[in-house]
């Protein structure tokens, strides 16, 4: 067991770090002020193996001194963009756990050095989501745009340059970060952009002997309700999220997914993505509802192992207010 006191004594002793990838008033950065207000300090990362690196770590340095790191807090869908994939490639290994999810509607501000006008601009920079996001609205300007390393990173870099041909798409934070101003408000090409992020924890920094009860001491208390059949209990407000590769036997894919349909168990989430640059080997990654302890889902995932080759059980945790409406299908 990892016991940070113990092997990093210099780290401060102040208000616990949650780490996010990006520059301070990125959106992930907004997003951990949303959920955390006051209860953690911000660390940001440049890059998202920093991040996970940070919080394996369970220090980090910060402005000159070693700071605790308990959280951070990860980007891992858009409903525009689609998945993060850098997540899903990090995450299998990473031994850290899922513990929150929060969803977060997502606005772009055209920001600009102090008293430029729209005339005056050139090109706009931004992360290449970003862009992708607001791909209607630059090109019905006649602006180039530019890919930066982060959203923030590009208001950075427009504060610096001092160049008045240049405009960032940024988060409202980002504005007061760099003292630009903003031109306009909510200029992205859809109204249902929201990202999916999720909160991790390091389970070597719980304080148990044993490595399985550190990762389940992270785990949601299960709350179960009564089914629609009337005859079965479920807990609905958690979500379980695990990573898979099945067997190289005929239909071993529809066998593993069977449990799920004859035991009522929603399935969220359902993706693939290919492992060391083989089309061979394959890993899945799915959410459902439910806990690991309701006997419906438990029944699923026996049957899921048996047919996997490999299993990995990467959350389980409280779903967020927002999931259920957001996951309606459009009418």
């Not at 992930?28 to 660390?43: I, P, Q």
């Not at 055209?110 to 006008?117: H, I, Y």
């Not at 003292?179 to 719980?206: C, H, K, M, S």
């Not at 785990?219 to 099945?246: H, Q």
């Amino acid at each position: 067991m990892t016991d940070t006191a113990t092997t990093h004594p210099a780290a401060d002793e102040r208000r616990p770090m949650i780490a996010f990838q990006g520059e301070p008033g990125a959106n992930s950065d907004m997003a951990v002020r949303a959920v955390f207000g006051e209860a953690y300090d911000a660390l940001p990362c440049p890059s998202f193996d920093d991040a996970f690196a940070a919080l394996k770590n369970g220090v980090a340095e910060h402005e000159g001194e070693m700071r605790r790191v308990e959280r951070a807090m990860i980007p891992i869908e858009n409903t525009l963009a689609g998945r993060v994939a850098d997540i899903h490639l990090l995450m299998p290994d990473s031994g850290l756990q899922i513990v929150g999810e929060y969803f977060m509607p997502i606005h772009f501000q055209l920001m600009v050095l102090p008293g430029v006008t729209r005339d005056e601009i050139r090109s706009v920079h931004s992360h290449i989501h970003a862009l992708g996001q607001c791909r209607k609205y630059i090109r019905s300007n006649g602006w180039k745009p530019q890919v930066a390393g982060d959203t923030a990173g590009a208001a950075r870099e427009v504060s610096e340059s001092r160049d008045r041909s240049r405009a960032a798409l940024a988060p409202r934070l980002a504005a007061d970060y760099y003292g630009l101003d903003i031109l306009e408000e909510d200029v992205e090409d859809a109204a249902n952009n929201v990202t999916r992020f999720v909160i991790l924890a390091n389970p070597d920094q719980q304080a148990f002997a044993d490595p399985e009860e550190r990762r389940l001491s992270l785990w949601a208390a299960r709350e179960p309700s009564i089914g629609e059949d009337g005859r079965s209990y479920l807990s609905r407000d958690t979500v379980t999220t695990f990573v898979f590769r099945v067997r190289n036997i005929p239909a071993a894919l529809y066998k593993a997914l069977g449990g799920f349909a004859t035991n009522g168990i929603n399935m969220t989430k359902l993706e693939s993505y290919q492992l060391g640059g083989s089309f061979a080997a394959t890993l899945f990654y799915a959410d459902v509802e439910g806990h690991p302890h309701d006997p419906a889902l438990a029944r699923a995932l026996e049957e899921l192992r048996f047919f996997s080759a490999e299993f990995r059980n990467l959350g389980v945790y409280r779903a967020s207010s927002d999931r259920q409406m957001l996951l309606l299908p459009a009418e």
